[in-house]
């Protein structure tokens, strides 16, 4: 029978065994048995991976005897700190919880003798998840009959720049440009006097994640300044010059 109940007790209550490498386990010396059970033998081989935030480790059983595994990660003081425990034979364990940091863990197996020594020692990246708020307050002026200006605010997350994209029906797009991080403005060339044309802006942030804006409403002029047919100094009353009209 798994006597696992007063294991957690003291897991949660009581000074843990540990060697002077892993701070915050304990005193530097193992916790003397006075039970005459054997303790388990030292996992070996921890490996960690990342998926996004979570961590998932893996390591090798190498006892026969354990009642389970507990799963320790450093906290931000340095101090080692329980945060999980699996089954006997066992030997993976994903850790949700994690925060956006360099984070080292180490897995000692249990049984009523006590723990076994620790694990190696495993270090792993936790990216930083930088919100990618999609660009906003977009704009749009034309410039000429053939290039149409668009901007937008400053950048929110978006790391690895901007993807700009266009369309003559605001329903199927095709990227005409990208932009670097912290541009606010893309020139849209080799237009069409008159015509109306839709732009959204993909920011790109951390892994490449994306945000893509609403759709910006803009427009070529009718004719070129300069160009008399129809109204003072080329310009008319009709003459579209910017726009801030967005489609939801």
Do not use: C
């Not at 400053?154 to 720049?161: C, R, V």
């Amino acid at each position: 029978m798994k006597h696992t109940t007063p294991i957690v007790e003291t897991l949660e209550t009581r000074t843990l065994m540990s060697v002077s490498h892993y701070p915050g386990l304990g005193e530097s010396h193992e916790r003397e048995n006075t039970t005459g059970v054997i303790k388990p033998a030292a996992p070996t081989d921890l490996a960690g991976t990342v998926n996004g935030t979570a961590v998932t480790l893996n390591w090798t059983d190498t006892s026969d005897n354990e009642l389970g595994f507990i799963v320790f990660r450093k906290g931000a003081k340095g101090k080692m700190t329980l945060i999980g425990r699996v089954d006997p034979n066992v030997t993976t364990y994903t850790d949700t919880t994690a925060p956006e940091s360099a984070e080292q863990y180490i897995v000692m197996g249990y049984n009523q003798g006590g723990n076994s020594r620790p694990s190696n020692l495993v270090n792993v990246q936790i990216p930083s998840l930088v919100q990618v708020i999609a660009p906003r307050q977009l704009k749009s002026k034309a410039l000429s009959t053939t290039s149409i200006l668009v901007s937008w605010d400053k950048d929110y997350g978006a790391t690895n720049g901007y993807i700009i994209e266009r369309s003559t029906d605001g329903t199927t797009f095709t990227q005409v440009g990208t932009k670097p991080a912290g541009t606010k403005s893309f020139t849209d060339t080799g237009l069409t006097l008159g015509t109306k044309y839709y732009y959204r802006i993909t920011a790109v942030g951390p892994e490449n994640h994306t945000a893509v804006s609403a759709v910006l409403i803009g427009m070529t002029k009718m004719r070129d300044k300069g160009d008399n047919h129809g109204g003072q100094d080329g310009d008319s009353h009709h003459e579209p010059e910017s726009h801030d009209t967005v489609h939801q």
